[in-house]
Nanobody, 120 residues
Framework: QVQLVESGGGLVQAGGSLRLSCVAS????????MGWFRQAPGKEREFVAA??????YYVDFVEGRFTISRDNAKNTVYLQMNRLTPEDTAIYYC???????????????WGQGTQVTVSS
């Protein structure tokens, strides 16, 4: 089983940046696509970005502002978030993709999430 632990969230002013980390343990994730999601208060969890060997995928509302990356030596996936807005306020989660579609549709092994709050 893979365990995921997210970190790096916090309070930032609009226009600022944060880098989230997702550290995996229990299994090497190098051969898995990985994804980032977020859930804002009162809203459903939504997909943000995914990464696999040779490619990344972003939803429209983060394209050009967020960058997903990974360090296989550290078994870690990152989400660099720039030009943050109050609408980006949410709990951010990472997850393992367990299917081979692209972008992936079947995610699991969810972490506990990290809170990102963007003030105006």
């Amino acid at each position: 089983q893979v365990q995921l632990v997210e970190s790096g969230g916090g309070l930032v002013q609009a226009g600022g940046s944060l880098r989230l980390s997702c550290v995996a343990s229990g299994r090497n994730i190098r051969n898995y696509a990985m994804g980032w999601f977020r859930q804002a208060p009162g809203k459903e969890r939504e997909f943000v970005a995914a990464i696999r060997w040779g490619g990344t995928y972003y939803v429209d509302f983060v394209e050009g502002r967020f960058t997903i990356s990974r360090d296989n030596a550290k078994n870690t996936v990152y989400l660099q978030m720039n030009r943050l807005t109050p609408e980006d306020t949410a709990i951010y989660y990472c997850a393992v993709a367990y299917d081979s579609t692209w972008p992936p549709a079947d995610f699991g092994s969810w972490g506990q999430g990290t809170q990102v709050t963007v003030s105006s």
